[in-house]
């Protein structure tokens, strides 16, 4: 099984499909990522606020996997925004993690209110230029928070992880990513494994598959471009969850996925919070 691969708009190669560690206690984290690259996982999605940076790092150490099939993301979070202060933020992280440069460095959320993620973006061109992350990117971005990072600063986003599915389709988001060569990354894939996964429309498409609805709704991401990075500590979901390439969604599944759109967050808004 070979994980589809996305050209970041800096030429680097990310995998299409990750796994997410948020809410995985510390000391859980290094078998579930270890579980997770032995099914075939190669990209693992983390952040400081997590605070399991450490068990990534003890299931990456201990898998023997060379560090360039490895693909590791971690985030800036509100507290450390400020460019002194993300510069710092990104010692640490790469300390905890073990490792001597990171593959996505994301700001985690705007935090409009503080009003700092453009300096805290210039420390993440800095650490892009240095050659200490090989790609950079933003997390929960609105348009409009795009819109002023282009006017202020040098480098587009590679990279936009923002909550994404079925529920929550982010049209003008994504459109605004089309347009401006930024690859969109869903957070909350499942929409945290709830109410989706019983949704009448999605049971009907696993059935008609044979599949379970928790494909369906990645194959759907899959299909629209979306990289995503479900989270999962249960072994079976870990390897089911990877088990998306041999079937196909027509474009009348798609489209039956596409009107189930409801403006549903599982999660912040991202005007807000912070
Ligand atoms: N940038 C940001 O602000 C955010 C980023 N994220 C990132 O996105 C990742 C994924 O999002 P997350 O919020 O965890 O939600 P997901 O949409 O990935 O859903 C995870 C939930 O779904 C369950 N689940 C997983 N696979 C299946 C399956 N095949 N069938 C049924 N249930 C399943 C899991 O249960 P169990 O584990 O018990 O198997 C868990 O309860 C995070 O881990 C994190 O890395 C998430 C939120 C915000
Ligand atoms: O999971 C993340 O990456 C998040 O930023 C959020 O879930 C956030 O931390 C949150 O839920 C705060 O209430």
Redesign the pocket.
């Known amino acids: 099984m070979t994980i589809p691969n996305v050209t970041l708009n800096n030429g680097v190669s990310m995998p299409q499909l990750g796994f997410?560690?948020?809410?995985v206690p510390d000391e859980e984290t290094a078998a579930a990522v270890s579980e997770a690259l032995r099914a075939g996982y190669r990209s693992i999605?983390?952040a400081k606020i997590y605070g399991n940076e450490g068990g990534v790092a003890q299931a990456l150490r201990e898998s023997g996997i060379p560090r360039e099939e490895l693909f590791v993301t971690t985030?800036v979070w509100n507290d450390d925004q400020g460019y002194d202060e993300a510069l710092r933020a990104f010692d640490a992280s790469v300390g905890r993690l073990g490792l001597d440069y990171l593959d996505l460095y994301l700001i985690?959320?705007p935090a409009p209110s503080a009003g700092r993620y453009v300096e805290t973006w210039k420390a993440l061109e800095k650490l892009l230029a240095d050659g200490r992350v090989r790609s950079i990117g933003v997390?929960?971005f609105q348009p409009a928070h795009l819109r002023h990072l282009f006017e202020e600063t040098g480098t587009v986003p590679a990279v936009n992880?923002i909550?994404l599915?079925p529920y929550l389709q982010q049209a003008e988001l994504r459109a605004l990513h089309a347009e401006r060569g930024i690859a969109t990354e869903a957070?909350?894939?499942?929409?945290?494994?709830g109410d989706l996964?019983a949704d009448p429309v999605v049971t009907a498409l696993a059935e008609q598959h044979g599949r379970?609805p928790?494909q369906v709704v990645l194959r759907w991401h899959l299909q629209l471009g979306n990289v995503v990075?479900?989270?999962?500590?249960?072994p079976d979901?870990i390897r089911?969850?990877l088990d998306l390439f041999d079937f196909e969604l027509t474009a009348q599944d798609l489209a039956a996925l596409g009107t189930l759109e409801r403006g549903h967050r599982t999660?912040p808004d991202p005007d807000r919070f912070g």
């Open positions: 997410g560690v948020f809410q999605d983390t985030k985690h959320w997390s929960n992880q909550e599915h957070w909350s894939p499942l929409a945290k494994g996964l379970t928790a990075i479900p989270k999962s500590v249960t979901r089911e969850n999660g």
